[in-house]
């Protein structure tokens, strides 16, 4: 049976002492970041990342970020970092922002798929932090899912996939933000985003002066393509059912577009915003939240994408946002739902 540390409605972290011994001896650890609920385990004990493999089903060649609670932590992973990427961490630290830096031959090539640079995040969520100390250990830790599935946000969403798979559970109740951490990598002195997320191209931009986006953001990959980010190129975030995301500028054409296509079928699903959903004439919506916030609905996309195949529909169909802040990471989550099946009118 796996431990549960519920510190939903206290602060008693005095219980993460036993979860960071876990890590230390080895185990497994389900745990929450401002983010995303993580999969975590000793990041410099091969034996212990394989775990989160075999536990994931993930491919091998896609590489773990390690997480640390203290700047002193850096250096015993990477290695060569330049001003720019200092003065990154310093902006966005702690916080969901990933950088890609030269890895430390400590680091254990199953971390990084066999690459030489190593994901390093610190998070800002107290437990994770707490957590990373006890341990005493940078902590290796993908989002908290069976490969391909939604991102947990929530234990409720990710109890029955993961937790015979885990020592040890820590319920902190709904993650903050919702959305995985923005990933970048410096490119020739330019900040290049690997994977949009709540730390924005513009918030970027203003740390570094300038700021590139990777075409892989947004548009499909050709699977024989080699790519920076090795996550990019695999199924993400899918619901079984069949889903089209669809997006215009006017609301008014969306509305409509929406309506045109959900007459087809005999049993769609539209996933709306609080705003529109009394628009649609028809049995099932999921409402994902106001469309002038976007904040709130990057919090709940993960476990909405989860309730979708519980209606048994023949098609699912999302409203998409403004490709703009974080309704980019939002849109990049969202054409991965879909498989790449976007209408934008
Ligand atoms: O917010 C987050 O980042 C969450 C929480 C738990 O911290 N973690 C997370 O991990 O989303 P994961 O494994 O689901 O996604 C990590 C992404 C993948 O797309 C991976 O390919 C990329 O980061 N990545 C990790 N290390 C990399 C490296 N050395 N080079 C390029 N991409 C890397
Ligand atoms: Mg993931």
Redesign the pocket.
Known sequence: MEKYIDLKNHNDYTKLQNAGNTIKNGGLVLFP?E????LGADGLNADAVRKIYEAKGRKQD????L?ISEIEMLDRIATDITELEYKLMHAFWPG?F?I?LNKKPIVPNNV?GG?N???V?M?SGTIARKLISYADTPIA???ANVSGRP?GTNVKDIYEELHNKVDCIIDGGDCEYGL??T?V?VINNIPTI??PGKITPNDIEKIAGIVNIDKNVLNKIDINEKV?????KYRHYAPKSKCVLVYSDSNNKLVNKIIEISKEYNNPLIISSTENKVKYNIKNIIDVGHNDNLMEIAKNIFTTLRKVDSYSPDLVIIEGVKEEGIGLAIMNRLIRACEYNYIKI
């Open positions: 970041t983010t995303v609920y993580g896609n590489p773990l970020i997480h969901p990933t890609i990084t690459m640079t190593v994901g995040r998070p830790a993908p989002s991102s995985e951490s990933v990598r690997l994977r920076l980010s090795p996550g990019m």
